[in-house]
């Protein structure tokens, strides 16, 4: 058994390599056929300095929403147009799989959503989407108060050991939301206690090195990884096979005391939706109660992987940005303040006064709107399709040839001056007014006509000008779990503290990629409730110092 496993293994490195040069080649012809499109140039130098999406958006503005990026003999379409980005992500989503970034995150989700093949994907979207049902996202609602009360009383004992008549103290806040985000996905999807806001977690800092790797992946094109010993041999390829081990084990642990621990009682609660009375209410718990012992344990342990990943960075990068915007506009931050006290007056957060807490749910989107995460979707033709024209490109439209690989510029979208007013400036109001009589502009507008009871602005309600969680039938399936998550920890937030960036806003990079916590950089301040002065105090950060401020744009 032991040498038909390691032939097998052999067989599929030889198989990956075969496929990722016959990809490879694909996309170099298919670049060739793009036709008309019209083309940017792009110099290795875009590459390096700043994040590519930068350089994306320079060329929207020069070339159109639909363009072809050459680098080289390879070649992206980067699309910057809601029609397009509709057709691609919802009209003829089968036609596309997820290209390069499968390629890049199977090797740690496995067959999880996100990289899954379309079989799978179909099959385990299915049981997955059931699993967010609105009363259990609900239920959270207590998970993301008691974690968020976990962080703020941190914050509060950081000014009692102060014992300080000083009104401020110094908090790397990214970092303290990457906790709070991380410990909040433990116990709301496997009921694990990461308890990262007070101290270190093994398990995270295997999956930061998980994800190192695979973003070191994504700059080779030939994949020496499958390279038969390379595991062995290579040292960080050791070092992602140790990791990956720890992060299983931990998973693995907790899906078999989830089998073990299964009750018909709450098998029933679950099947009436009666989340009230369950001790855990976790997703693990739904999937496995409500499936039986028999569920595959790798299937399951992929998808937990998956939101482990998809579901942490993503919001602790929303809520920093959410702070970000907020310091710089003082007055924004008092208006929030003050309806989370004319909501909450002192009270703990239930799911009704999340409906009436507007302003904050605004913030939030407007965030995702400046800096969504990620700023490009990634697709990969698996057929010839034709791309409408869209509202700039070619009347004709466009031939995509079976290969193409696409992007579609999440962040162009988002600050397209065809579509917003004033595309850069923080203005959570924008969303405030429909406008929708008002031709394309209306876009911009939020509409909850078009979606009624839906609590935020969401790509329905915006026609595709606005994809933070995608759109379509891959779209997010964690992205309410993540906007209730985030209002709540904004309005705990400034319910108590006031906040203010150290150092300037241009101080602050963007970066792309997983975080590299040695350059985690300490940039906010809280200080005591807005009774009490306000809180400022900020690292001016050393501009050698390779990421003063950052909020990870990950792709
Ligand atoms: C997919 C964004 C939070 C789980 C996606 C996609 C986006 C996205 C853009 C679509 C990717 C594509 O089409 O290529 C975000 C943002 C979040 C967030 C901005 C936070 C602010 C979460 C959370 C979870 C989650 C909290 C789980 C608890 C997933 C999964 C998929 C996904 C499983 C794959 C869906 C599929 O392919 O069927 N997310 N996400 N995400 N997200 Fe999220």
């Known amino acids: 058994r032991c040498q038909s496993s390691s032939m097998e293994k052999s067989k599929t490195s030889k198989r990956n390599i075969f496929d990722n040069a016959s990809n490879l080649l694909t996309n170099l012809l298919s670049g060739n056929r793009l036709g008309t499109m019209p083309t940017a140039e792009g110099a290795v130098s875009d590459l390096f300095g700043r994040p590519l999406f930068f350089s994306l958006y320079d060329w929207f503005l020069e070339h159109g929403s639909v363009y072809k990026l050459a680098f080289g003999p390879k070649a992206f379409v980067v699309v ?7 057709h691609i992500l919802r009209e003829n989503a089968f036609s596309y799989d997820k290209g390069v970034l499968a390629e890049i995150l199977e090797p740690i989700m496995g067959k999880g959503l996100i990289p899954a093949d379309l079989d799978t994907w179909k099959q385990r979207r299915k049981v997955i989407t059931p699993g967010f049902h609105s009363l259990f996202l609900e239920a959270m609602v207590k998970v993301f108060t ?9 914050f509060e004992k950081l000014f009692e050991k102060e014992k300080c008549e000083m009104k401020e103290i110094e908090l790397d806040l990214e970092a303290e939301f990457s906790n709070l985000a991380l410990d909040i996905i433990g116990l709301g999807v496997f009921n694990y206690d990461f308890g990262s806001v007070t101290k270190e977690s093994p398990v995270i800092k295997a999956v930061y090195g998980t994800l190192f790797e695979a973003e070191h ?13 390379a595991r062995w041999i290579v040292p960080r390829q050791r070092k992602f096979h140790n990791d990956l081990k720890v992060i299983n084990d931990c998973l693995d642990g907790l899906i078999r005391n989830a089998k073990e621990t299964r009750q018909e009682a709450d098998v029933e609660k679950l099947q009436q939706r009666d989340y009230s009375s369950l001790k855990d209410a976790s997703l693990l718990r739904f999937l496995v109660d409500m499936r039986g012992v028999d569920v595959d344990d790798r299937q399951l342990r992929d998808d937990l992987m998956t939101m482990l990943i998809a579901g942490h960075e993503t919001t602790a990068a929303v809520l920093t940005w959410s702070i970000f915007l907020l310091a710089q506009n003082p007055s924004k931050m008092r208006k929030a303040q003050l309806e989370v006290d004319s909501v909450l007056g002192g009270e703990k957060i239930t799911f009704e006064c999340l409906k009436e807490l507007e302003y904050l749910r605004l913030i939030i989107v407007e965030a995702l709107r400046l800096y969504p995460q990620p700023p490009l979707l990634i697709r990969r033709a698996l057929k010839e399709d034709k791309l409408p024209g869209g509202y700039m490109g070619s009347d004709d439209g466009y031939a995509i040839p079976a290969g193409t690989d696409i992007f579609i510029s999440v962040y162009n979208l988002h600050r397209s001056p065809y ?11 924008r969303f405030f007014t429909p406008k929708a009589s008002e031709g394309i502009a209306g876009w911009a507008g939020y509409d909850p006509g078009r979606s009624p009871g839906a609590m935020y602005p969401n790509e329905i309600t915006a026609d595709f000008a606005f994809i933070p969680f995608g759109g379509g039938p891959r779209k997010c399936v964690g992205d309410q779990f993540a906007l209730l998550e985030s209002t709540i920890a904004l309005a705990q937030l400034l319910q108590k503290f006031d906040v203010q960036l150290r150092g300037t806003p241009d101080e602050v990079e963007l970066v792309t990629g997983a975080k590299d916590s040695s350059k985690f950089a300490n940039w906010l301040l809280a200080a005591p409730a807005h009774t009490g002065v306000l809180i400022h105090r900020i ?13 990870r744009a990950a792709s």
Not at 221 to 228: G, M
Not at 539 to 551: E, F, L, R, W
């Open 539 to 551: 690292h001016t950060s050393q501009k050698d110092d390779a990421s003063p401020i950052t909020a």
């Open 146 to 154: 008691n974690c968020s009360e976990r962080s703020i009383s941190k």
């Open 80 to 86: 910057s147009d809601p029609i397009v980005a509709r």
């Open 419 to 429: 579509f917003w007013d004033q595309p850069n400036e923080f203005e959570p109001e």
């Open 217 to 229: 992946r994504s700059t080779f094109y030939i994949p020496y990884w499958n390279l038969p010993f």
